[in-house]
Nanobody, 124 residues
Framework: QVQVLESGGGLVQAGGSLRLSCTAS????????MGWFRQAPGKEREGVSC????????YYADSVKGRFTISRDNAKNTLFLQMNSLEPEDTAMYYC?????????????????WGQGTQVTVSS
């Protein structure tokens, strides 16, 4: 059974930073294209960023480009999302996803594994 678990969310003031982490059990992240999605209340889920299996390719949504950095440590089976210069508009539930499509945008697949999400709230 595959379980994906995010951590690192919280409440931060605008301009602050948070680092999200994602680990998985029952699944070796090494070799999987990984991604982060977010969903704010009343809005559709948005692909935020994705990274190829060995980190050679990354993609960022325009709304986070230059502020967020995705990375992975395959030896530790962990995915990260460093979020800097946070804005109130970044407030959302953030989801880690394993096995996504990373081709100019972050896309979920029918075979994507999802975490339960971690809440990020940015106050103005």
């Amino acid at each position: 059974q595959v379980q994906v678990l995010e951590s690192g969310g919280g409440l931060v003031q605008a301009g602050g930073s948070l680092r999200l982490s994602c680990t998985a059990s029952g699944l070796t992240l090494n070799g999987a294209t990984m991604g982060w999605f977010r969903q704010a209340p009343g809005k559709e889920r948005e692909g935020v960023s994705c990274i190829s299996p060995y980190g050679g390719t990354t993609y960022y949504a325009d709304s986070v480009k230059g502020r967020f950095t995705i990375s992975r440590d395959n030896a530790k089976n962990t995915l990260f999302l460093q979020m800097n210069s946070l804005e109130p508009e970044d407030t959302a539930m953030y989801y880690c996803a394993a096995n996504v499509l990373c081709l100019g945008r972050t896309l979920a697949l029918s075979t994507t594994y999802w975490g339960q999400g971690t809440q990020v709230t940015v106050s103005s």
